[in-house]
């Protein structure tokens, strides 16, 4: 019964060649977050979702895109995937803060291996 | 600019012995501070929280304490146990605007559990 899913969790690409992830949830969620982790590194924040509302990280790189179709789906987009965009992508979502709720559930991550 | 500091990459224990995790935060408008825990292959989970108006939170075997005059906060875990080995992730979220639904985590420390 996982909540947050993420797919594929392990994702091979040649340098340049776009990259899409993707990320399910069933727990009705208003917020989705991606996280990039490199090795050893602190989980950074490259965008969320506050329902169909997009926000951008002033770091984020143009080469990362992301859609939300619907509550449940968040995709990940990289453009031109280079090698220092190789690391695990997490995917967390959280629900209204006015709902007392504001606890991160994460998926197990997809790990991108750019060659 | 790291905002969230876990300056110890590691720690080792002896089973049933205490572990200390320390976090220090550079943000004052930081308000609510969370603890997570991740295994290999997995995403982090949810493990206590402490909000910026208390300065201790217990749940079992585990406490944070939070000093926000010296902005630092720390998680102990008794007894500890093998099962506990693991990558502890320190997290704290902002109070205003589009920073209420934005965690800043820490690079981590991992807890090895001795037997």
């Known amino acids: 019964d996982a909540m947050v899913i993420q797919n594929p969790r392990y994702q091979v690409t040649q340098f340049g060649k776009p990259v899409t992830l993707s990320c399910s949830q069933t727990?009705?969620?208003?917020?989705m977050y991606w996280y990039q982790q490199k090795s050893s590194q602190a989980p950074k924040l490259l965008f969320h979702?506050?329902?169909?509302?997009?926000?951008n990280e002033a770091d984020t790189p143009d080469n990362f895109q992301s859609r939300r179709p619907n509550t449940s789906f968040c995709f990940l987009d990289i453009r031109s995937p280079g090698l220092g965009d190789a690391a695990m992508y997490l995917c967390?979502?959280?629900?209204?803060?006015?709902?007392?709720?504001?606890?991160?559930?994460f998926g197990a991550g997809s790990r991108l291996t750019v060659l | 600019d790291q905002q969230v500091k876990q300056n110890s990459p590691s720690l080792s224990v002896q089973e049933g012995r205490i572990s200390i995790l320390n976090c220090d935060y550079t943000?004052?408008?930081?308000?609510?501070f969370l603890w997570y825990k991740k295994y290999p292959a997995e995403g982090p989970t949810f493990l206590i929280s402490?909000?910026?108006?208390?300065d201790k939170n217990e749940d079992g075997r585990f406490t944070v304490f939070l000093n926000k005059s010296a902005k630092h906060l720390s998680l102990h875990i008794v007894p500890s146990q093998p099962g506990d080995s693991a990558v502890y992730f320190c997290?704290?979220?902002?109070?205003?605007?589009?920073?209420?639904?934005?965690?800043?985590f820490g690079k981590g420390t991992l807890l090895t559990v001795n037997p």
């Open positions: 967390a979502t959280s629900g209204d803060r006015s709902s007392g709720a504001n606890v991160l559930t």
């Open positions: 727990l009705n969620h208003n917020v």
């Open positions: 997290a704290a979220r902002g109070n205003s605007g589009g920073s209420n639904y934005k965690l800043t």
């Open positions: 979702y506050y329902d169909k509302d997009f926000n």
């Open positions: 943000n004052s408008m930081f308000d609510y």
């Open positions: 402490i909000s910026s108006i208390k």
